[in-house]
């Protein structure tokens, strides 16, 4: 199993543009999350999936869209890149009453 | 929602002390309390965790002790190494719903 596989590992944008974070798991769990992490705040949740076609916001959603077509992959979306974007964006997935399982992250920056 | 406060936000111990990080929940409804550990540069990695029908769970130098009464729950590591060095989150866990994670506590271990 290759777990959680996120890319880019490394992005800059520039202010305005748009992006996509892949994020894909091959352990069939049900859900999944994304998190961004800046320096003294922890991990806060931004979107999360408790299967395929579902999807809800969590504490910091403005900025972002996210899609669940499959139980495997679930992509980021920035609309419209902004310097408060700049962070260290994480995707997770967890089976269960387990606890998540975190990809190696992305570090975005954005100009 | 779900609040998770953690302290302290940074703890330097010598080698071989013990270390304790606290947390604090807000949702009495909360029944899954997991511990990640983040080393610089690299993603969560899920140490330990405890269920809400469990007091205490011990795993060789770490264990985590939970009050769901007071609902506190907290994260004990004793002999402490260098390589235990790093931050340390805890989080909360609804059923299968979102994770919510502490602010994270940064642990020195000192030789």
């Known amino acids: 199993n290759a777990g959680v596989t996120q890319t880019p590992k490394f992005q800059v944008l520039k202010t305005g543009q748009s992006m996509t974070l892949q994020c894909a798991q091959d352990?069939?769990?049900?859900?999944m999350s994304w998190y961004r992490q800046d320096p003294g705040m922890g991990l806060r949740l931004i979107h999360y999936?408790?299967?395929?076609?579902?999807?809800d916001q969590g504490e910091v959603p403005n900025g972002y869209n996210v899609s669940r077509s499959t139980t495997e992959d679930f992509p980021l979306r920035l609309l419209s890149a902004a310097p408060s974007q700049t962070s260290v964006y994480f995707c997770?997935?967890?089976?269960?009453?387990?606890?998540?399982?975190f990809g190696s992250g992305t570090r975005l920056t954005v100009v | 929602g779900e609040n998770v406060e953690q302290h302290p936000s940074t703890l330097s111990v010598q080698e071989g002390d013990s270390a304790v990080i606290k947390c604090t929940y807000s949702?009495?409804?909360?029944?899954?309390f997991p511990w990640y550990k983040q080393e610089l540069g690299k993603r969560p990695q899920l140490i330990i965790d405890i269920r809400s029908n469990v007091g205490e769970k011990k795993d060789q130098r770490i264990a985590v002790t939970l009050n769901k009464t007071a609902k506190h729950f907290s994260l004990h590591i004793t002999e402490t190494q260098p390589e235990d060095s790093a931050v340390y989150f805890c989080a909360a866990k609804i059923a299968a719903s979102k994770l919510t994670f502490g602010t994270g506590t940064r642990l020195q271990v000192t030789l």
């Open positions: 949702d009495s409804a909360s029944n899954y």
């Open positions: 352990m069939n769990h049900e859900y």
């Open positions: 999936s408790v299967g395929a076609g579902i999807t």
């Open positions: 997770a997935s967890s089976y269960g009453r387990e606890g998540y399982t």
